[in-house]
């Protein structure tokens, strides 16, 4: 690894103690647990695909209603 990467990782992970693996690897999983966007998949969603689909709309058509709809 670059000598840049593994100073951050020790920056970020030294609190006043020796630096430990462990407690640096659980800190990075809970940073990138808050990093990650949620999505716009719902229920609410799923209903509504599934209805147009069994009205054999196209998944093109119900996209392009929903553009126009704003949604």
Known sequence: ?????????IKRSHAGS???????EQQYRQRRKACVPRGKYSLELAYELQEKLSLTWSPEQIAEKRRIEGK
């Open 18 to 24: 020796a630096y430990e693996a462990l407690a640096s």
């Open 1 to 9: 690894r670059h000598h840049a990467t593994i100073s951050r990782e």
